[in-house]
């Protein structure tokens, strides 16, 4: 059985070892077993339970929606439904990222409309900024 040092795990996780720390501190990863010399050991369980994590931080979920996503992988014979349910609301969440960044999109777009003339006391951009009434989606 395959067993890493801290620095080797995030190194297999692709990660930082204050991570793996930070991980282990709000309770996602159980603690790690030491050696006689106060090393942490991390066999191929923790490895993949971090590979979860950071799959999941991919994805954006937040870390309470992980710990729970965690608990239930932890009790493989539960209904499938709250992770379902958790995932889904990810998605409406990312949805919701999404269509903002196309709002800022839009009024980036509308900003730069004008090519750039004259002086920054005539600038678009400038202009724009200044003035948020001229926005195109006044939740700005």
Known sequence: MAEYSIGELAQAANTRVQT???YEQKGLLPPAPRTAGGQRRYDEA????LMFIR???ELGFPLDDIRELLQLQDNPDAPCAEAHEIALRQ???TRRKIARLQSLEQELAHMLCR???GTVGTCRVIEVLS???QC???RH
Request: hydrophobic share 30%; aromatic share 4%.
């Open 20 to 22: 793996i720390r930070w």
């Open 46 to 49: 923790m490895k993949r339970r």
């Open 55 to 57: 799959h999941a931080r």
């Open 91 to 93: 998605l409406d969440e």
């Open 115 to 117: 090519k750039p003339r």
């Open 131 to 133: 003035d948020h009434g």
């Open 136 to 138: 195109l989606n006044a």
